[in-house]
């Protein structure tokens, strides 16, 4: 298990409490070196889980008794939903997507959110915008919530900014494909 300083363990266990382990695993991995493994990343918030009596809710069905599966991006899930998980390439980004067999799937949850993120007032996406360019993206989750109100599910929240996150990532790809040098380039 990861050691955690006291007010971040405190934090991902208010998350997991709430039933949002998406949300905490975000924030352990956050505030993670880069050198920790998914796995132990995982392995962390099973054992605060336990250690607090809290179950794991699968984050399709939102069953108890879900586990982490390393070969899915959507976790943690039961074994029924893990069971009907597909692959799909998003049309739109060219992300590759986990989807429920049944449900069917027609764009990732980061490009459903374009409507939303543009309905957005402009000067609330320039100030988010530019926070996610500063590779502050937790706390413009955060500003976000705080400018609109938090009259939406912080999971919409996540979606806009990793939506912002993509638009930086492709400009970025452009650029080094165009034939210029990139940031971290020496």
């Given at each position: 298990m990861i050691e955690l300083p006291d007010d971040l363990r405190d934090k991902i266990e208010t998350h997991l409490a709430e039933g949002d382990?998406?949300?905490a695993r975000f924030w352990l991995r956050r505030h993670c070196p880069q050198t920790?493994?998914?796995d132990e990343v995982d392995d962390t918030l099973l054992a605060l889980a336990e250690s607090k009596g809290l179950p794991?809710?699968?984050t399709c069905c939102g069953e108890p008794g879900a586990v982490f599966r390393p070969h899915l991006v959507l976790n943690p899930t039961c074994e029924r939903c893990a069971a009907?998980?597909?692959?799909?390439t998003c049309p739109e980004c060219g992300s590759q997507i986990e989807y429920d067999a049944d449900a069917g799937c027609s764009s990732c949850s980061s490009c459903e959110a374009r409507p939303l993120w543009e309905a957005l007032p402009q000067s609330v996406r320039d100030e988010i915008g530019e926070m996610v360019d500063n590779d502050r993206a937790i706390p413009s989750i955060y500003r976000l919530m705080e400018l609109d109100g938090g009259k939406r599910p912080n999971t919409e929240y996540m979606r806009m900014v990793s939506y912002r996150m993509r638009l930086r990532r492709a400009d970025q790809n452009r650029r080094n494909s165009s034939g210029s040098i990139p940031r971290n380039a020496s």
């Open positions: 382990v998406l949300l920790v493994s998914s794991i809710a699968c009907q998980r597909r692959t799909w």
